[in-house]
């Protein structure tokens, strides 16, 4: 196999193969991972554009029709779930595991499709595509701490993690260590080389996200797999960094909420990097992944929520 940068699947970890969905024809910017073993399992398939790219992955590491095993999605945003539908058909043994809270979004896409056709626009058709139903018989919902087997001694160990959005999981691979965090822990793009929070409309909660960090933390894994984009050593380091940052982009927006100013231009007064530093075309697909304005909407709406007067 190549070397890590390229289109390229390669080795990321004993048994984990990291595979560029290539969103938007982007290098590194949206991971999935294979999980080898007698039972293998694909972690994230990226969107449905995507799926041309990750079945041609698949069938050069070896993976026939009837090979794959399972299929898991941390949560279920198009640019992690939009190909379930198609990589089930590919690939009819599979067992497609889910947050309890998403599933039933997998078995009949409709609302999920019309909310994000809302939010994308034209982007939806041109850069993420849409979501193919899977069969219902197909899917299994993950209860936190449940393990999905590899192999012998090799499982994937689910860990709720909401504060994204209320249908993240973690998964923790007992052999390699590798904790594969989906966007619990943020965007950290290789070209940019910024952690950035995702605190996306409409589900983002702070304590939530905040505690999901502390559980990543005490499951001590080895890296962090990222959905965008790779794997992170000094995980400790990592998560501590991801919870300054992310309190200190919740500080910022309810700052500005409370003066009645701009939540993204806060933000982007603070946080954007500085003209010049990162070029122009990977500033880009930062924005497109994890933009100002969206992680804005999500921090207005959690502080709006929070502060709406409890029903009695």
Sequence with gaps: MSAPGGAEPHAIGPGVIEIDTLLGGWHRVTAGYLIEGPAPVLVETGSQTSVPVVLEALARLGLGAHDLAGVVVTHIHLDHAGGVGNVADAFPDATVYVHEKGARHLADPTRLVDSASRVYGPLLD???????????????????????????????????????????????????????????????????????????????????????????????????????????????????????????????AETAYRAGEDIAEALAKRFDPAPGVVADEHLEKFEVMNGVHSNAAGLHRWLETRDRPKAS
Excluded: C, M, N
């Design 126 to 252: 041109s850069l993420y595509g849409r979501l193919d139903p899977t069969p219902p018989e197909r899917l299994h919902v993950l209860e936190d701490g449940e393990q999905i087997e590899i192999g012998p001694g090799r499982s994937l160990t689910a860990v709720d993690s909401p504060g994204h959005a209320k249908h993240h999981v973690g998964l923790h691979d007992s052999e390699s260590g590798i904790l594969f965090v989906g966007d619990a822990v943020g965007v950290r793009l290789p070209d940019v080389g910024v952690l950035r929070p995702s605190t996306p409309p409409p589900d983002f909660d702070l304590d939530q996200a905040l505690h999901s960090l502390q559980r990543f933390a005490a499951r001590r894994p080895s890296g962090l797999a990222l959905a965008h984009y790779g794997l992170l050593h000094d995980p400790g380091d990592v998560l501590k960094e991801a919870e300054g940052t992310l309190r200190q982009w919740a500080e910022t």
